[in-house]
Nanobody, 121 residues
Framework: QVQLVESGGGLVQAGGSLRLSCAASGVIFSINAMRWYRQAPGKQRELVAAINSGGITNYADSVKDRFTISRDNAKKTVFLQMNSLKPEDSAAYYC???????????????WGQGTQVTVSS
C-alpha cells in the first residue's frame, strides 16, 4: 500500500505565494517521476509540473517562471513552490507518483487526495 498526502493549500491574494508538499508513505522501494496536476471546476485535470528521479523538470506553459517543482528523495516528498499566483491558478491540486514497491516490481501510479488553492483578485 502506498499513500500520497498533499498539504499547503489555502487562500491567498493575487501576487502571493504558496508552497505545496506531497509526502509518499507505505511500501516503497523506488519512486520514479513525481507530478503535480490541477483541476478547476468544470475543467479537465491538467499537468502543471513534473520531476523525474534525476531532477529533470518540465512545466506547463501557463506556470513557467512562476512555479518550481522540487523533491526530497530521502523524505519521499515532492514540493511545488507557487509564486506570483493568479486567480486562474485556483484549483484543486493533486500530486501523483510512479512507485515501485519491491525490487524488480513494475511501477504503479498513485494519486493524492488533493489540496485546494484559491487565489483572490
Amino acid at each position: 500500500q502506498v499513500q500520497l498526502v498533499e498539504s499547503g493549500g489555502g487562500l491567498v491574494q493575487a501576487g502571493g505565494s504558496l508552497r505545496l508538499s506531497c509526502a509518499a508513505s507505505g511500501v516503497i522501494f523506488s519512486i520514479n517521476a513525481m507530478r503535480w496536476y490541477r483541476q478547476a471546476p468544470g475543467k479537465q485535470r491538467e499537468l502543471v509540473a513534473a520531476i523525474n528521479s534525476g531532477g529533470i523538470t518540465n512545466y506547463a506553459d501557463s506556470v513557467k517562471d512562476r512555479f518550481t517543482i522540487s523533491r526530497d528523495n530521502a523524505k519521499k516528498t515532492v514540493f511545488l513552490q507557487m509564486n506570483s499566483l493568479k486567480p486562474e491558478d485556483s484549483a484543486a491540486y493533486y500530486c501523483n507518483a510512479d512507485v515501485s514497491s519491491y525490487s524488480g516490481a513494475y511501477y504503479r501510479v498513485y494519486w493524492g487526495q488533493g489540496t485546494q488553492v484559491t487565489v483572490s483578485s
